[in-house]
């Protein structure tokens, strides 16, 4: 792919037709601080959640760590969901990205110069439609991730009930390590989202 720089890129954008500049432009630090911020608060339940099931002996505290499990993977759900401010602002950005292509290509054929810079938008395009899949698979995995909590959580009472707390505890740290499991993803939207904000990641491709 051709180099466009930051200068031309900023100077095309400022001569957007109408219609492309009146489409609401996503604030990209604040998508990815906000991804940064949930993928730091599930870090830090997830850090805790150790010892929470090492020190439970009981029904009554299996119960609590098995909430403080649940109320991370709801949170994961509710910031992550189709429902979601990181959702919908992926889809805002989209949007008008992919209306700068297009509007790019439709000039393009006149200018051909305008074509590796309707490209470069493909190309973010195509990166944010990979952040967006990564979102998705995390948030159905929250919610397959909650639906296993609110099944187990009975089992697990009972577990200690009938004095088998070994097995009891298998189960909360199989959960548990679940959750661990998208703590690592997160990192990787994290990371993914960093290359969509940041035309520079991609301009050199």
Not at 13 to 39: G, K, N, R, W, Y
Not at 42 to 64: K, Q
Not at 107 to 131: H, K, S
Not at 141 to 147: D, F, G, P, V, Y
């Amino acid at each position: 792919m051709k180099i466009v720089s930051r200068a031309v890129l900023i100077a095309l954008l400022s001569t957007a037709t109408p219609v492309i500049a009146q489409t609401q432009e996503p604030d990209m630090v604040a998508l990815v601080d906000s991804v940064t911020t949930i993928a730091g608060g599930l870090s830090d339940r997830v850090a805790t959640l150790g010892d929470i099931i090492s020190a439970t002996t009981d029904g009554d505290e299996a119960a609590r760590a098995l909430d403080e499990m649940l109320d991370a993977a709801r949170q994961m759900q509710a910031d992550l969901g189709r429902d979601s401010a990181v959702w919908q602002d992926i889809n805002a950005m989209l949007e008008v990205w992919g209306e700068r292509r297009d509007d790019l290509r439709e000039r393009g054929v006149e200018n051909q110069a305008l074509v590796p810079i309707a490209e470069t938008w493909q190309a973010r395009i195509d990166e944010a439609l990979t952040l967006r899949e990564q979102i998705l698979n995390q948030s159905a995995e929250s919610q397959a991730l909650i639906e296993q909590i609110e099944a187990q959580r009975d089992v697990v009472i009972a577990l200690y009930d009938a004095n088998l707390a070994d097995q009891a505890l298998d189960t909360m740290r199989a959960i548990s390590d679940e959750l661990g499991q998208m703590n690592e993803q997160m990192g990787s939207i994290v990371s993914q989202a960093g290359i969509v904000a940041e035309p520079s990641n991609l301009a050199n491709e």
